[in-house]
C-alpha cells in the first residue's frame, strides 16, 4: 500500500486537487493509496466518528451565533462551499488517520503541495515521517514554496531528508536549496495535477453541479485584488465581450456551488483566465485556455518559486502579467501540449522507477 503525506486543506482548491490526482496517479499505476490525515488538523472528525452528526445541525448553529445579516450570509455561503470540500475528499481521496497496522513493505510519498514550507507548518519535521525510517519513503513533487528558509529551519529539514530515499521536487529552488543539504540526487517533477490528461480530468468535470452557458471570464485571486487589476478585469471583460466569473469572491451567489469539481470545470470552459493562483495557471495549460497571472497582493512570504518553474518549463514567462494596459496576446499551445506530454512521462518514469527500486 501507498501512504501519501501531504497537507489536508479543505478550503483550498489546488491542495485538493493536487492530492485527488497524485492519490489517483498511485492507486491506477501502482496499487493501493491512502492519504494520512494531516494531525495538526482537528477536523479530522469532519471524516470520521460523530462529528459527522454535526453536519446536519450546520446552518441552525450559524443563525443562531450571527445576529447580522450580511456575516450570516457570508458564513452561510463559507459552510456550503466547504461542505462541498469535505464532499469531494470523502468522495475522492480516501484517508487513514491510524498507522498502528503499518506494514513493513508499504511505501510513504511525501507531497505534493507546500509540505515543506516552514510557514505553514507547525511542525515540519513530521513532514519528513521520522517514526517510520523503517519502509521507504518517496517525495514526489514536495515544494517550499519559497526560497527564503531561515538557518534553523534547514537544519531540521537536513536532518529530515535522511530519512527519505528518493527526493523529487516541484520547483527549481527547491533542488538547489535541498542539493546544498544532501548527496542524493534530486529531479524536479510535474505538479501531480499535471499527470492527469485533459480528458482524463473532463470525465470528473462532467459531475459539476454549476455550468455556465454564455462565454465567461474567470478571475481567481488568492490576494488582495487592486483596483489597478480590477480595472484591466472590466477592460478585457468588455473587449472581449465575455460574463466575469468570479471564484473566489463570497458576495457572489454561486460562490457556495464552486467545489474542487467545479473549479477545474470552470477554468476548463473559461474563454480568458485572469489569477494570482499556481493552480489556476496550471489548469489553464492543462485544457488549453488563455490566462494571465497576477503577482499576490499579500502580507504572507513570496512564494513566486513554483511559478517560475511552471513558466519555465513552458516558456511562458509572458503570461506574467506587467502591464495593466494591454491585453496579452493568445497563447499558442501546440509546442506547449507537446512539452506537456514530455514532461508528464518523464515525472512518472521518475516516479515508477523511485517505486520499483524498493
Known amino acids: 500500500m501507498f501512504l501519501i503525506k501531504t497537507i489536508n486543506d479543505d478550503a483550498n482548491f489546488g491542495n485538493r486537487l493536487q492530492n485527488y490526482a497524485l492519490q489517483r496517479v498511485l492507486s491506477e499505476q501502482f496499487g493501493v493509496t491512502k492519504t494520512l490525515q494531516d494531525s495538526y488538523n482537528w477536523k479530522w472528525n469532519y471524516y470520521y466518528g460523530v462529528i459527522n452528526l454535526i453536519n446536519s445541525f450546520h446552518i441552525v448553529a450559524i443563525k443562531t451565533m450571527l445576529s447580522n445579516h450580511q456575516n450570516y450570509t457570508k458564513q452561510l455561503a463559507e459552510a456550503r462551499r466547504h461542505k462541498l470540500f469535505r464532499n469531494f475528499t470523502i468522495n475522492y481521496v480516501e484517508k487513514v488517520r491510524s498507522l498502528k497496522r503499518v506494514s513493513s513493505s508499504d511505501i510513504f510519498v511525501i507531497g505534493s503541495d507546500q509540505i515543506w514550507n516552514p510557514y505553514f507548518r507547525n511542525n515540519i519535521d513530521d513532514d519528513f515521517l521520522p517514526k517510520y525510517g523503517d519502509n521507504r519513503v518517496i517525495s514526489y513533487a514536495a515544494s517550499f514554496g519559497i526560497s527564503d528558509i531561515s538557518d534553523e529551519d534547514k537544519r531540521v529539514i537536513q536532518h529530515g531528508l535522511r530519512n527519505i530515499d528518493c527526493i523529487s521536487v516541484r520547483e527549481y529552488s527547491a533542488k538547489k536549496i535541498i542539493e546544498k543539504m544532501t548527496s542524493k540526487p534530486v529531479q524536479v517533477v510535474l505538479d501531480p495535477t499535471m499527470l492527469i490528461t485533459n480528458k482524463q480530468w473532463e470525465v470528473l468535470i462532467k459531475q459539476s453541479q454549476f455550468n455556465i452557458k454564455e462565454p465567461f471570464l474567470v478571475t481567481y485571486f488568492l490576494g488582495d485584488l487592486s483596483e489597478e487589476y480590477e480595472d484591466y478585469i472590466q477592460k478585457v471583460a468588455l473587449k472581449e465581450n465575455l ?100 514532461e508528464r512521462a518523464q515525472s512518472l518514469n521518475w516516479l515508477e522507477k523511485s517505486i520499483k527500486d524498493s
Open 243 to 342: 460574463k466575469i466569473v468570479r471564484i473566489n469572491d463570497v458576495n457572489q451567489p454561486y460562490y457556495s456551488k464552486v467545489g474542487p469539481i467545479e473549479f477545474v470545470s470552470l477554468i476548463a470552459n473559461a474563454e480568458i483566465v485572469l489569477a494570482d493562483s499556481y493552480h489556476a495557471a496550471v489548469f489553464s495549460i492543462i485544457f488549453n485556455v488563455n490566462f494571465e497571472l497576477f503577482n499576490r497582493n499579500t502580507n504572507m512570504k513570496n512564494m513566486n518559486t513554483r511559478m517560475k518553474t511552471l513558466f519555465k518549463t513552458f516558456e511562458l514567462e509572458n503570461r506574467l502579467h506587467t502591464d495593466v494596459l494591454t491585453p496579452m496576446k493568445k497563447i499558442d499551445f501546440s509546442e506547449i501540449n507537446s512539452r506537456l506530454a514530455t
